[in-house]
């Protein structure tokens, strides 16, 4: 059975979160393929943790239907592992006690967290130490041991490279691909660019709902042109919705479809301007920033 | 189809034999878990451990009788009786106060948002929180009963099934104070709020029920019968004569120390009040 043939492992229709008059996330609609790794990519504050909450069967939808195996969230927990960041740990025990605790909830847990923190570059001697003493990648890399640390068909990972080093982002990588190739699916959510590489779907979250989704090759090849701008020239007539995003160096627009872009960087003010192919940067801008707000 | 129901009860048993496996498991890790982090918490050491002896010492020192007024052997029986009513203000305190602390921050924290989506039993988590109350608890209440010894106080069990009395009516005011915890945080939801009301409840308690019913005097004549069946004080006194010899000292003892009337609670009835107590409460847990 090819991974085209496996069908959804997750699928979400109309799916709609609210806490009292508040909503925390609108209508939500897509499908995560079995044996994929699948990325909610979306600006902080969007809902992607309550997305994944409400996935792993940790909160209830306000409305809509959520298919997670073939089934209900709540009667999938044992095939499911799921890392919500900053929460899991406690203070007041030792790495070591908070792996315990967790190993010794989910009937499917294994014995690899020290394979998966060797991995991970995590110095051992500090599964002994109290939690509280930990700095935030050293508290990621434990969390996601634990949640790796489970035989399961499906993982939901909770922004999983925030707080780790260029480094150990690239190990997670490497080492949540070739759980994809074993044939194990995994939705993740992230605020960072540099985490599409990793995605066989993006699935682009805003404020009003799911804007985007795709492979990360058809939709990086649907974002126009980018203008990079340095100096003080004006190039808002040239950009979408008139709109530039500062960067260190650069302003970013993104070129419109009638502008030539010999015409746009042919400048006498002595602004520099180029124009480039984009970025997952400029895709995560392109498809949060201009069309989320369509 | 005799072989197949004989597989599927077989496999049924199994199943309910594994299940049964993993909510001691998980019930244990629940355990574990709130054990360390209460004692590695400097509020339990403080608050559950070092205020009630410290009370006691206080009570001791100043509003106990001389034992010429009232003869050394029903001071001693008073002394018991103090210890035993502020080991249970530690218990209150533990299983109140330290245990809505506890549960308030995993709320706080969204804990629960990962706990509800391991596959985990609530009741195991529940028993496992109040497994861990009970552990501390019972050191709290100890320690008060030694400093209490220490002091002079005498212990006397009454009959042999005082120590079931006792070891029971600990258990269930245990259980009292970790359902009304339970209760508070779905109210509140608010580790801090939490923290002030559970605080209050204990002091309130304590107080308007005459210092966990051993001051009975200090409640209008009509409303002494309170005494015997709030839980706070239903425990201390069931406790205080299962564990001590008071009653025998009177008319010096009982009355000079403030123990009655009304009579002190003696009859299974009490006991099973304070089952129900326990019962009525937890029933409210409140879905977590």
Known sequence: MTVAEAGPAVSVRGLRKNFGDSDVLEVVEFDADEGEITLLMGPNGVGKTILLSCLAGGLQASEGDISVLGDHPEATKERLSFMLQDTMLVDELTGRENVAFFRDLHPRSTDGVESVLDRLDFEMDALRREVRDYSGGMKRKLELAISLNVDAPLFLLDEPTAALDMTTVETLHSLLAARRDAGETIILSSHLPGDADLADRIVVLTEDGVSAVGSPEDLLAEVPPVVLVEGPGDVSESVRDGRLFEGEIHRRGFLRADRDPEAVTDNTDGTAIQVRDPSYTDMFNYYVHLRGNQ | ?288
């Open chain 2, 1 to 288: 189809m005799a072989q197949r129901t004989t597989r599927d009860q077989t496999e049924s048993n199994t199943a309910t034999a594994g299940m049964g496996v993993r909510w001691t498991k998980q019930t244990k890790a629940f355990a574990l878990r709130n054990l360390r982090a209460m004692l590695r918490t400097k509020a339990t050491i403080i608050w559950g451990f070092g205020f009630p002896a410290f009370w006691y010492i206080l009570t001791s020192l100043f509003f106990l009788p001389d034992a010429g007024d009232v003869g050394a052997a029903t001071l001693a029986d008073t002394k018991g009786a103090t210890a035993v009513s502020l080991g249970l203000f530690g218990v209150l305190t533990v299983t109140l106060v330290a245990f809505a602390s506890g549960l308030g921050e995993d709320l706080t924290a969204k804990r629960y948002r990962k706990l509800r989506s391991l596959p985990v039993a609530p009741s195991a988590d529940f028993a496992g929180r109040y497994l861990a109350g009970v552990a501390v608890a019972a050191v709290s209440y100890a320690l008060v009963l030694a400093v209490g010894w220490v002091d002079g106080a005498s212990y006397t069990l009454r009959q042999p099934s005082s120590v079931l009395v006792v070891v029971g009516s600990f258990l269930l005011f245990a259980l009292v104070g970790t359902s009304v915890a339970v209760l508070v945080i779905w109210l509140v939801e608010d580790a801090e709020i939490v923290v002030g009301i559970t605080n209050a409840i204990l002091l309130v308690s304590y107080f308007l029920t005459g210092y966990n019913g051993l001051v009975p005097g200090l409640l209008p004549g009509d409303n002494r019968w309170l005494v015997n069946v709030a839980p706070n004080s239903l425990a201390a006194r069931l406790q205080a004569w299962h564990l001590t010899d008071l009653p025998k000292t009177v008319p010096a003892g009982t009355q000079e120390a403030g123990l009655s009337p009304p009579p002190l609670p003696v009859s299974p009835a009490f006991i099973t009040l304070l089952a129900a107590w326990a019962v009525a409460v937890y029933s409210g847990e409140g879905g977590e």
